[in-house]
């Protein structure tokens, strides 16, 4: 599978254990080019050698709550390359707190800035990918399996990442005249930076690889085959899913 002369953004790369990170490897791997983001200075020294190692081509701050640095990596992208093929959107944040409570304790606040850095920063990222994909494209992102059932302790980004997945299905709808597909992978619970912000996710580990029927955990390689996929010519009729890398844990009971 070649993603030769490929060209796309990956964000949300925050060190080696990122399912972003492993998107960028895949994608690198199979012949694209990439632009890598990173949040913040605190960040970048994180992010750097693995931008070095990807050889991206682009490596620029991206803070999704400040819009300008959203505006200013695709304008980058435009003069660095006129066009994209792909945008990868491995990002996500909640209020610790919050993130610990109950749904109905959410505050309008958390709940309101968690959906706008969760799910309608990729609403932004297709709008303004769309321009650039010029002979078409492919934006993918990422949920998981607390959007579809009550998973324990994943609390308020339930409802957040299921606003997510249907996003994916709205975008795909309307940008598919465009030849611009939208999919979304939903990989099981990852040893990630991210994941260790949920309360007892240990015991999430635990159920998915006792009860899922590979019995073990997916693995962000495995998500970035995937991402490959859907970035490739293989999949040109692939649209507004949601594509488990879980081991097969979602369809047990």
Sequence with gaps: ??????????????????????????????????AVTYLNEKARSHVEPLANA??????????VVKQEELEQLFKAAEEVWGEIDFV????????IDELHGRVVDSTTEG???????????????????????KKGGSLITMSYYGAEKVVDHYNMMGPIKAALESSVRYLAAELGESN???????????MTRAASGIDHFDKLVESAQSHSPLHRLGTTEEVGNMA??????????????????????????
């Excluded at 070649?2 to 012949?31: D, F, M, P, R, T």
């Excluded at 990807?54 to 803070?63: E, V, Y």
């Design 180 to 190: 611009i597909r939208v999919n979304c992978i939903s990989p099981g619970p990852m």
């Design 88 to 95: 990868i959107h491995s990002i996500a944040w909640s209020p």
């Design 111 to 133: 709940f309101c800035k968690a959906m706008d850095i969760s799910c309608h920063s990729f609403v932004r990222m297709a709008k303004l990918a769309e321009p650039l994909m």
């Design 54 to 63: 990807l050889d991206a081509r682009i490596f620029m701050p991206c803070n």
């Design 228 to 253: 490959a996929f859907l970035v490739s010519s293989m999949s040109t009729a692939v649209t507004g899913g949601v594509h488990y890398v879980d081991a097969g844990h979602h369809i047990m009971a």
């Design 1 to 34: 599978m070649s993603l030769q002369g490929k060209k796309g953004l990956v964000i949300g790369i925050a060190n080696e254990q990122s399912i972003a990170y492993g998107c960028a490897k895949a994608l690198k791997e199979a012949g694209a080019e990439l």
